[in-house]
């Protein structure tokens, strides 16, 4: 096969750093390669880029290549001084330390002037609810602050030869999706220095920020640092759900619902979302348009827990929970194991109901988890929808979507039609096209393989009882 253009992406997730190489005509993969992350909620970003590197080692290098990007976690707080140090170690999109912060932020604002302006209503997770945090825990700190980044724009940065030996804090950039995500950044892809100052507890015009870039602009190229040689393109980068939606090839219509140890639905939308309750954030997409999203923390885990309840493997779990009947003769599970970001109800407890000689089976147990865990994601598409996005079709992605059980099921409840596209590294594959159309000018158009799932009816049924059961508090 001739490969005239070959192109890097990469994922710096929370977990681990993947590398894929791909032709930048048609996507085909050529190799790849991944490093692993440190544990916790907070790292120091050296470890990313030490990461990053092995990784492409593992890849094979990348002396045939013409252009990288880089996808990664969304709002984690990269805090640097105006010698381009790392003032302490990033606060994660997982720490949970800032949620008093967020509370603070919404009460001085207003959750629907903070939608309104951000598209967000602060919960932990975003940046600028750590940047209070900062502000109040270690003022000191605080005061140091002379930019702020998030892990894929401090990572483009590195690649392009910046850093605290070349400490040009001008030359940040970002790309719309992950500044989206920060609490600070308008539907329009301005900066809100208002908020960024209210965050920090001073006036921050004089905090340097990334520049956002266009969709599949170059944005520079690299300095070269072994494995990776000097001039490849560099393309804008982008946060991990964004860089997710553009690797599957997602568009107009289309919902994306993953099934990870959290749960994901977002769809490609050509407005932004507006939501005063915080259910839905208006995140931006990598490609020009939006990207509103609901996150929900029980997902895989869900089955986790049932099968280990069961003493199954996934697949065991699988095959119990088809030999039972839709709704389960009338058991529920409402999986609320460890609370629930969506809804936010952080102090609720997973409830079984509707336990009766015929229902309090394997089966049915099998069945109402699997059940229970998509009916919550029917919910988030019930959520988004309600922010206008026109959705008329489902992509299932994530490890459990593999689960012939979790297919048949979700094509009995989420009301679209079901695909499950082939099993991938679709951010870094997100980066890839980012990086070929960084290299080309234009955005790529690479096939995905999918599988339809068909010859299942919608179950009305099983949305019904889990509305009629109630939430169980701690």
Not at 36 to 56: K, M
Not at 302 to 318: H, K, M, P, R, W
Not at 371 to 400: H, S, T
Request: aromatic share 4%; net charge negative; glycine share 10%.
């Amino acid at each position: 096969m001739s490969r005239s253009r070959l192109v890097a992406g990469v994922d710096s997730s929370t977990q681990s750093c993947k590398v894929v190489i791909r032709d930048a005509d048609d996507g085909t993969l050529v190799r790849q390669g991944r490093a692993t992350h440190p544990d916790g909620t907070e790292v120091d970003p050296e470890a990313w880029w030490q990461a990053l590197l092995a990784a492409v080692t593992d890849a094979g290098g990348l002396a045939d290549v013409a252009a990288i990007s880089v996808g990664a976690q969304q709002h984690g707080m990269v805090a640097l001084d105006a010698g381009g140090r790392v003032i302490r170690d990033a606060l994660l999109w997982n720490d949970t330390r800032s949620a008093g912060a967020a509370a603070d932020l919404t009460e001085e604002v207003g959750a629907a002037e903070f939608a309104r302006r951000t598209g967000l209503v602060p919960v932990a997770s975003f940046t600028i609810t750590k940047l209070r945090w900062l502000a109040d825990a270690e003022p000191e700190n605080a005061a140091r602050v002379a930019a702020v980044a998030l892990p894929h724009d401090w990572l483009t940065w590195r690649l392009r030869g910046f850093g605290p030996d070349n400490p040009v804090l001008d030359a940040l950039t970002t790309d719309h999706s992950d500044a989206s995500g920060t609490g600070y950044v308008t539907p329009a892809g301005d900066y809100d220095l208002d908020l960024l100052s209210r965050a920090l507890r001073r006036d921050a015009s004089d905090v340097v920020l990334p520049r956002i870039a266009a969709a599949g602009a170059a944005v520079g190229v690299t300095a070269g640092h072994e494995p990776i040689p000097e001039g490849l393109t560099v393309g804008p980068g982008c946060g991990d759900n964004a860089g997710s939606a553009l690797g599957l090839g997602a568009r107009t219509g289309d919902v994306i619902v993953s099934i990870g140890t959290s749960g994901v639905v977002c769809a490609v939308s050509e407005t932004v979302a507006d939501d005063a309750t915080g259910t839905v954030a208006g995140f931006a997409d990598a490609a020009g348009a939006y990207l509103p999203l609901i996150a929900t923390m029980n997902a895989a885990r869900v089955l986790d827990v049932i099968a280990n309840l069961l003493d199954v493997g996934y697949e065991d779990l699988g095959r119990l929970a088809l030999a039972a009947p839709a709704g389960s003769h009338g058991l529920v599970l409402r999986p609320y194991f460890e609370g629930e970001r969506t809804p936010n109800l952080p102090d609720a407890t997973a409830t079984l109901y509707g336990m009766t000689p015929a229902s309090t089976t394997r089966q049915c147990m099998a069945r109402a988890a699997v059940e229970g865990l998509l009916c919550g994601l029917a919910d988030g598409i019930d959520a988004v929808r309600g922010q206008g996005v026109d959705a008329r079709r489902v992509k299932l992605i994530g490890g459990a979507a593999q689960n012939p059980a979790v297919q048949a099921v979700a094509a009995q409840v989420l009301g679209l039609p079901v695909s499950v596209p082939e099993p991938g590294e679709y951010v870094a594959t997100g980066a890839a096209v980012q990086a070929a159309w960084s290299l080309t000018g234009e955005r790529p158009t690479w096939q995905v393989q999918e599988e339809q799932v068909s010859g299942v009816a919608a179950e009305p049924l099983i949305r019904r009882q889990y509305a009629a059961t109630p939430v169980q508090p701690r």
